[in-house]
């Protein structure tokens, strides 16, 4: 018989130290497989966040640069401008580029900087322990916000890729999720347009990935998958925001 | 085109998002733990002694969803 599907040869083999259901790791293996398909593993330049994927450099097995917290999409600037001919991405959650990163990431955007951002959504802070976020859905109970997030008193879910849309310097937005294998697949498609993007030197990228936490939203990984599904994926459509590639 | 997966116990963490996309419902969860302390991931075929009769298509939809990477999938290859 022969091998159909196995790990990249750009992800590590090594074991993750993700939670049982977490997306990281899916999304960890699409990047991979998208970097060896357009084999760019030699050229490609990783920014890792603050948060649960700050330990990303032992997964990828690429040149990564850890950057301080929120500030991934300013480190890619530099490295970028200094390094143009290398694909430069940047890996974050939401608690990372839509709370303490939002300007460095705006302002990526507007100047349209040539770098792509995976950005993992799953409406909680999850390493420090499932604190309510900014894109925190209203009603969603956080160990911050124990009878459920109230827009009037914590303030609406921030939709941050719609934000950038608005960007002149933003090419190509999508918001996907991995919770099945359509989803997965279709994942796949985005990063890998994204980083084309970037190859071709259009602008910037983002790929919004909405990805389940079954840890810090006290559900079973099925019961979560299903969460994204029903109620998650309400407040933020799967779509594509902007595609002017 | 039949097909075959192996699991690696030592990487599963007993996620069960594979048993819930298996067209076959070929996937269970083990009775054993691993070194870790999960109840990984079992694969059983009711007909694993002739390869025309198993159930595994090698469609590779539990690979997909693997969050550890842990499902190899192989297919036999068309004539």
Redesign the interface.
């Known amino acids: 018989?022969?091998?159909?599907?196995?790990?990249p040869k750009s992800?590590k083999d090594v074991?993750?130290h993700?939670?049982?259901?977490?997306?990281?790791?899916?999304i960890h293996?699409l990047v991979c497989e998208v970097i060896d398909e357009l084999g760019i593993q030699d050229k490609t330049i990783g920014v890792p966040p603050a948060g649960c994927a700050v330990l990303a450099y032992n997964y990828f097995d690429v040149d990564m640069c850890e950057a301080p917290h929120g500030r991934a999409a300013a480190v890619a600037t530099g490295i970028k401008r200094m390094l143009p001919d290398r694909v430069v991405f940047t890996y974050q959650g939401d608690g990372d580029i839509a709370a303490i990163g939002t300007a460095e990431t705006i302002h990526a955007a507007n100047r349209g900087e040539r770098v792509t951002c995976i950005f993992v959504n799953n409406a909680v802070y999850g390493m420090t322990g499932g604190q309510m976020a900014p894109t925190t859905i209203p009603g969603q109970v956080t160990t911050t916000s124990p009878g459920g997030r109230i827009p009037l008193r914590d303030g609406n879910p921030l939709d941050l890729s719609a934000m950038l849309a608005l960007a002149a310097g933003s090419v190509f937005i999508e918001r996907t999720t991995?919770?099945?294998?359509k989803g997965?697949?279709r994942t796949k498609k985005a990063i890998k347009k994204a980083f084309q993007t970037q190859i071709e030197d259009k602008g910037f990228s983002l790929v919004e990935v909405l990805s389940p936490c079954?840890t810090n939203w006290k559900m079973?990984?099925?019961e979560s998958?299903n969460w994204v599904e029903e109620t998650m994926s309400k407040i933020f459509p799967i779509q594509v925001i902007k595609d002017v590639a | 085109m039949r097909?075959?997966i192996e699991i690696d116990r030592?990487?599963c963490?007993?996620?069960?998002?594979c048993m819930?996309?298996c067209p076959k419902k070929r996937i269970g969860i083990s009775a054993k733990l691993n070194t870790k302390g999960?109840y990984p991931a079992d694969f059983s075929e009711d007909n694993s002694s002739d390869s025309e009769k198993t159930a595994c298509t090698?469609c590779?939809?539990c690979?997909?969803?693997?969050?550890?990477?842990a499902?190899?999938?192989?297919?036999?290859?068309k004539e």
């Open positions: 018989m022969k091998k159909v599907f196995s790990r992800l074991p993750f993700y939670c049982p259901g977490c997306g990281h790791s899916v293996r991995v919770i099945n294998p997965v697949n079954p079973s990984p099925a998958v | 097909g075959r030592e990487r963490k007993g996620c069960g998002l819930t996309v999960y090698g590779c939809l690979a997909l969803v693997c969050p550890d990477v499902i190899e999938v192989y297919r036999e290859e």
